[in-house]
């Protein structure tokens, strides 16, 4: 479970990111997160595994807050935590089973990853990964010899790969043709199936109601929504949107 207290972000030029944020996200929810561009989306699943740090607040993962960690606790907290993000952060010079073992570096020293030196068991459940997203044809391909759609399931593959307890998508199908909304929705769906919270940023309404068991809604840093599809009415829509994209 993770507990969210009062989480502020202002960053260096004054602009609040977020601003005293209070959610609590218990374990299997699968939640979309949804708001105008610049309402505090990205900055929100940034804090949460620490690709920003927020300017004051608690994040409790299980009792421990992590808002502040260093070292090994941070290691320790990220490793757990798949990140997926619009523009898949790959190395497109590696091939895809590369890529995916990246997802293991957590899990050893530095060297292991320096030399390519990953256990047997390392590259099997990379390998089984990729087969679940439907690359099991394209374990030796280099990235940037992928499609668009098929990168993004590398990404998705590497966050699986870290056998998490949460994964954090950052806007995932941002970059892709719209027809493959549904094919990443669905393999993050599967994935929350298997007993991993899934916490997704979206622009499209739509999907979010269809996929979402909780949708938390932001405006200008603040959450000013937190409910079930079923709770989402017109006028908390106009509540969530409110504002012009000049004024955030
Ligand atoms: N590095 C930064 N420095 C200064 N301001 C930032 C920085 N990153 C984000 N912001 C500002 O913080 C606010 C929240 O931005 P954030 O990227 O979290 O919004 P978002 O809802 O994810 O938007 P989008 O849908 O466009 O990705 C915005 O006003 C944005 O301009």
Redesign the pocket.
């Known amino acids: 479970m993770i507990q969210v207290n009062n989480l502020t ?1 202002i ?8 601003d005293d944020v209070n959610v609590n996200i218990q374990d299997g929810e699968f939640i979309c ?1 949804i ?12 804090c949460l595994n620490r690709l ?1 740090d927020a300017t004051s607040g608690q994040i409790l993962i299980d009792g421990d807050d992590i808002a502040f960690a260093q070292g090994a606790k941070l290691r320790t907290l990220r490793r757990r935590i798949g990140f997926i993000f ?1 523009q898949f952060n790959l190395s497109t010079r590696l091939s895809a089973l590369e890529n995916v073992l990246a997802g293991r570096l957590g899990y050893h020293n530095r060297f292991v990853g320096a030399l390519g030196l990953f256990p047997q068991a390392d590259i099997d459940l990379a390998k089984g990964a990729l087969e679940r997203v439907g690359l099991a044809d394209k374990f030796n391909v280099r990235v940037d010899q992928l499609s668009g759609g098929q990168q993004q399931r590398v990404a998705i593959a590497r966050a699986l790969a870290q056998q998490p307890k949460l994964i954090l998508a ?2 995932p199908m ?1 970059s892709l043709d719209p027809k493959l909304s549904g094919v990443i929705m669905g393999l993050l769906k599967s994935f929350n199936k298997d007993g991993i919270s899934v916490v997704v ?1 979206i ?1 499209v309404l739509e999907l979010a109601t269809a996929y979402a068991d909780r949708i938390l809604g ?1 405006n ?2 603040r959450l000013v929504f937190d409910g079930p599809p079923s709770a989402l009415t017109e006028s908390e829509i106009e509540r969530i949107y409110a504002g012009s ?1 000049a004024d ?1």
Request: hydrophobic residues 30%; aromatic residues 8%.
């Open positions: 972000k960053y260096s030029n004054g602009t609040r990111g977020l997160v708001g105008l561009s610049g309402a505090g989306k990205s900055t929100f699943l940034r920003n619009q950052d806007e941002a940023n622009h932001f200008k840093g994209v955030l």
